[in-house]
Each structure stands twice: as C-alpha cells, then as structure tokens.
C-alpha cells in the first residue's frame, strides 16, 4: 500500500512517488565574498536567508546558517536538509546588520542569531522576533524593534520596512502573527534597489515601489506566502527587475507547505520573460548589481 502524508494545506503527498524539487548545487561563501567591491553583490543563503554585499558593507536577512553538530545535513531547529549551507555562522567575515521579517525557525534562528548577537551586530526587526530570540538567549543590546512605513539607513544603504500578513497558525493553532509581527525590507543601495517581502500574502504596499532591480521570489505553494499566481502577479509588476526565486529546494520537509512544492519553473511560466528574468541560482552564488541592473 502506498505511503502518503497529509499536509497543512490538507494536500495528499504520495511519499513513495515524491520527487522533491531540489535547488541548485550550493557554492561555499569564502572570505572574498565579505571584502569591499564597486557593486553590489546579493547571495541566496538557502531557505529564506539572504546575505547583502553593497560596497564592503554586510547586511543578511533571516540568516540560517547552523546544523545539528553530528548531522552536517539537518539544520539547527530540526528541519532537515536537501541542499547544505553555503557556510556556517564562524565563517562570517563581517556583519553590519542583520534584519529579521519574522520570527519561524527558518527565518529567526536562534543558535545562528546568537553567535552574531555576541558579535555586536546590529539587528533590525518585529518586536516579536526580538521577544522570541531574547527568550531564547540572544544578547538584546543592539536590536531596534521596526514598523512598516519606517525608514532606517546603514552607510550609504537605505531601508524602507515593508508590512508582512503571514497568519499561518490559522490552520495549525497557536499565536497567530498579527499584522505587526512581520515585516519586509526594500534595501536601497547604490547598485540597485532590491525587495525582501519575507513570508506574506501579497499587499498592496508590494507593488508600485519605484526602480527595483532584483527581486528574490518567494515561490512556495503556500496560502500564507505569496503563493503561485501572486507570485507571478508581483513578477509582473516588476517588468524590468530579475527574479531570484527562493524559499523551495533547500529544506526536506514534506508535512510543510511552505517548503514542499515550491518549484520556480511553476511560477516563471506565467511571467513575462521569466526564463529571461528568473536566475535560478543555488546558495552561495552571487548576483551582482551594478547601475541599477544586474551584471550577466
Ligand atoms: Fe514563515
Ligand atoms: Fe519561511
């Protein structure tokens, strides 16, 4: 008899014949990747994790970088692995400050948050991911609780903080995130403006922002992320902007909607030159912006 899970979504996953979609091979982030460049250079982490290169200056949003110390394939929090890390959290050179857009184990992770927390690294986020990662043992002295509409700025790099709607525990119990629990980040730097949404539904406050150069894609299958047509809705709205589609491939996580099924190809056929636009890029491999544009 076959063997099948259900997940949150209350869709049947045949596990006998599930075929995960798998992200590109990792590349190793080295110590070049922290040294001051002319550009910008942006760096899925895999997950929903992402480090920034603008000029020497380091920001990471929701990074995850720890695994089990006996398991080198299943992170820190449990979630198993189908792509590794493109490193671990002693291998940061340098880190100006990290951004949080909410506080689920794969975006606010406490043992990767700790070690950076120790390092004095400013941090920028929802009071709620401050709440569960002082609980959890992170040093409180250099984080700022954010709202949506604010404005903070980094050396030369600007950043707007976007509202977020991700109220998953709807289908799963427990404290919902209400609406200033999540955030997103559109980072402006002198190479090109990029979004970080984070994990939401599509709003309204997504679309109409001006001159955006990359937009990191969130094509999981989840009601309580984009989701696929909303996904290739933001696309669209952004003609000009290439696309690093993220949040599948890395984790091996079937019971979780927001991990399984998530598959780019799903989402760029139904974008204007999406072939042209998607980079589909594994973690660890840069993409470089320069001039408003990124650099082929
Ligand atoms: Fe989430
Ligand atoms: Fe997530």
């Known amino acids: ?81 189908l792509r590794p890390f493109p490193m671990e959290t002693k291998d940061v050179k ?29 941090m920028l986020g929802s009071a709620r991911v401050f709440e569960t990662l002082v609980k959890k043992g992170m040093k409180p002295d250099h984080y700022t609780v954010c709202h949506a509409g604010e404005k903070y700025y980094i050396d030369e790099i600007e950043i707007v903080i976007l509202p977020g709607d991700h109220p998953w525990q709807l289908i799963d119990g427990g404290r919902c995130f209400y609406p200033e629990d999540c955030v997103g980040f559109v980072v402006k730097t002198k190479d090109g403006t990029i979004i970080f949404t984070g994990d939401t539904r599509l709003l309204k406050e997504h679309i109409g922002i001006p001159d955006v150069t990359l937009l990191p894609l969130d094509v999981s299958k989840c009601v309580f992320h984009l989701g696929r047509p909303a996904a290739a809705l933001l696309a669209n709205k952004y003609p000009d902007a290439y696309i690093i589609p993220y949040h599948y491939g890395t984790f091996d996580y079937p019971e979780c909607p927001a991990q399984e099924g998530g598959d780019p190809e799903l989402v760029l056929k139904n974008v204007k030159h999406g072939k042209e636009r998607g980079l589909i890029v594994g973690p660890g491999c840069p993409v470089t912006l320069q001039d408003g544009k990124v650099v082929r």
Not at 107 to 121: G, S
């Open 94 to 122: 340098k880190c100006d400050m990290l951004l949080f857009t909410h506080d689920d184990g794969d975006h606010a992770n406490p043992e990767t948050v700790n070690i950076l927390a120790d390092r004095d690294v400013k």
């Open 1 to 81: 008899m076959a063997k099948y899970i259900v997940d949150m979504m209350n869709e049947r996953i045949d596990m006998d014949n599930r075929v995960a979609v798998v992200a590109p091979e990792t590349r190793p982030i080295g110590e070049e990747d922290f040294q001051s460049c002319e550009n910008t250079k942006v760096y899925w982490l895999g997950g929903g994790g992402f480090m920034i290169n603008s000029r020497g200056t380091v920001l990471m949003v929701d990074p995850i970088l720890e695994t089990k110390s006996t398991e080198p394939l299943v992170a820190a929090g449990n979630h198993k692995m």
